[in-house]
């Protein structure tokens, strides 16, 4: 389903000194896993998740999406392909705080180019009802908890049908509890929908979550 091939990406600062962030990454990922990046604070696995999120390009080799090359597409392609290919979770939720949960909920449905199958609303109050949210539809986020809030997350991420989740340090701003009941949901989004999903995380205990663990240290894969 993606696969890096050779892939660098080098910054530079002040037009002058080069930050080498990933050194000749080749890494592939098969519809249906489950995958952990694990590293520590610097260890390139943020860039790493950028690329597999389509949000940045390398500076040298091949991402093949599903076959498509996309190291040539431009700034429309890639964007369209984002939204209907990969649906993002972070730690700080990223929620809009004047948009009830439903409107959060359908945000990508709006910015989308992609002709929709369903009708959004109708499957986002679905989503609401069957992941335990039922009676939040109009709240707004400042009024739910944190495990609630990541949830809408999840459910933003899932409307617009992605085949890839991608969660960055899901569970970084939830207590052990909490973080656990996320997991099992990305577990079992997985296993039941067979929902590709990378969690990208410096904890070894949510790491475990993972079928496949990949280590990354100063820009390379140490494990795959």
């Known amino acids: 389903m993606i696969k890096f091939k050779n892939v660098w990406k080098i910054y530079k600062i002040d037009n002058e000194i080069e ?24 260890s390139g696995k943020s860039t790493l998740m950028h690329l597999l999120g389509l949000l940045d390009k390398p500076t040298k080799g091949e991402i093949l999406i599903e076959g498509r090359n996309i190291v040539n597409f431009n700034d429309g392609q890639l964007s369209s392909l984002r939204n209907e290919f990969v649906g993002f979770v ?9 948009l009830t949960v439903l409107e959060n909920i359908l945000l990508p449905t709006i910015y989308t180019r992609k002709k929709l199958t369903y009708d959004p609303k109708k499957k986002a109050l679905e989503l609401i009802k069957r992941f335990g949210l039922g009676g939040k539809e109009y709240s707004y986020p400042n009024k739910i908890s944190g495990g609630q809030q990541q949830r809408v997350a999840i459910l933003r991420a899932l409307i617009m049908e992605p085949k890839l989740i991608l969660a960055d340090e899901p569970t970084g701003n939830l207590d052990s ?48």
Request: proline share 2%; glycine share 8%.
């Open 90 to 98: 972070f730690q700080q939720f990223n929620l809009i705080p004047k």
């Open 19 to 42: 930050y080498i962030a990933l050194r000749n990454i080749n890494l592939e990922i098969k519809k249906g896993e489950f995958i952990s990046v694990i590293g520590p604070s610097g």
């Open 177 to 224: 509890k909490t973080g656990i009941e996320i997991m099992n949901l990305l577990k079992s989004l997985n296993e039941k929908e067979g929902i590709t999903v990378v969690v990208v995380t410096h904890e070894a205990d949510i790491a475990a979550y993972g079928k496949r663990i990949i280590r990354i240290k100063d820009g390379e894969i140490i494990k795959k």
